[in-house]
């Protein structure tokens, strides 16, 4: 417990300078799930002036990458006198200019005294053509790797290990706009010959809120209705995968300035209930005292408060 105590320590120094890149570290049994790169005989890449590795290619996701090691550290970087990890998206399968990968990176190295991983992972970083190379200068103080104690070189051989996790975008998301100051808007619709009427009719279209609307009367009621009450809807027209929250209020003007009005509640109109209204708006017994010569007008008064519709 001690050494390891004196270890955390260690790796806490190392994390100076890194402050920006939000490094965290913990231990797991698990085996890195991309990449794994054996080293043995560690000691003969100073002696054969080895001072920087580059593995082969490896694929995940979309995208092929490399797993870089500085056995003596990255001086170039301040990462003297350490262990340097870095991945790199591979030169064989290049970004372009304007494509860039957004992915959380993980580097190991194998304890194998203890049976587990060390793994340092940084916060998500964003690889492009201009930066296609993102580590962790100095991953691991070189005096603790190469202490046999800690585990980490065992008999001159040693094992690291990558996984990287690529943030994709699935291009889903919506954006809710709400209306401060929502002005009512006010269309009417003449109905003619009422008593001859026997199928659903639908008024002209009007524009409220920026959205398309119409209003729906059946003369001789829905299907819930049926003989017993005329139905009138408010409906929203063309309006794709918006949502659109409203109220509105819909009034049958008759004779002598007669006026029979129900207001709705606030409702959105959306994928399958994109026709809101009042099903028993008017017992059809009572239509009569309305009548003007067979004749009435439907007056929609409709609040648009909010939309909400697919982001780009």
């Known amino acids: 417990m001690a050494k390891r ?13 890194d402050e920006d890149d939000e490094i965290t570290t913990a231990t797991r049994e698990i085996s890195p799930a991309h990449y794994v790169f054996k080293i043995e005989s560690f000691s003969l890449l100073s002696e054969n002036d080895i001072t920087m590795y580059e593995t082969n290619d490896f694929k995940v996701g979309d995208q092929t990458w490399r797993l870089i090691i500085y056995p003596n550290g ?6 003297e006198d350490h262990v340097s990890l870095y991945l790199t998206v591979s030169e064989a399968n290049p970004l372009k200019v304007d494509g860039e990968i957004n992915a959380t990176v993980r580097f190991f190295v194998f304890d194998q005294i203890r049976d587990e991983y060390l793994l340092r992972e940084g916060k998500n970083r964003r690889f492009h053509a201009m930066k296609p190379k993102w580590g962790i200068p100095r991953f691991m103080p070189l005096k603790t790797f190469i202490n046999p104690s800690n585990g980490y070189l065992v008999d001159d051989t040693c094992v ?3 996984e990287v996790y690529v943030i994709k975008s699935l291009g889903l998301g919506e954006c809710l706009t709400l209306e401060a100051c929502p002005q009512p808007v006010s269309h009417k619709w003449k109905i003619s010959n009422f008593s001859t009427l026997g199928n659903d009719r639908y008024s002209g279209i009007f524009t409220a809120g920026d959205h398309n609307w119409r209003l729906q009367l059946c003369p001789r009621g829905d299907q819930h209705n049926i003989y017993k009450n005329i139905s ?32 709705g509640g606030f409702y959105w109109f959306s994928g399958p209930n994109k026709k809101w209204g009042m099903p028993s708006f008017l017992p ?3 239509v009569q005292e309305y009548l003007a010569g067979d004749e009435f007008v ?8 909010g939309t909400v519709r697919k982001l780009p």
């Not at 990255?74 to 990462?79: A, C, Q």
């Not at 439907?298 to 408060?305: D, F, H, R, S």
Request: hydrophobic share 35%; charged share 30%.
């Open 160 to 162: 690291f290990g990558v």
């Open 232 to 263: 009138v809807f408010l409906c929203l027209v063309d309006s794709g995968d918006q949502k659109v929250k409203a109220t509105y209020t819909i009034r049958l003007k008759g004779r002598a300035g007669k006026t029979h009005q129900m207001t």
């Open 298 to 305: 439907l007056e929609a008064e409709v609040q648009v408060l």
């Open 74 to 79: 990255d001086k170039s970087n301040e990462g």
């Open 5 to 17: 105590k004196r270890e955390a320590t260690d790796l806490n120094a190392a994390e100076v300078g």
């Open 284 to 286: 059809l017994t009572t």
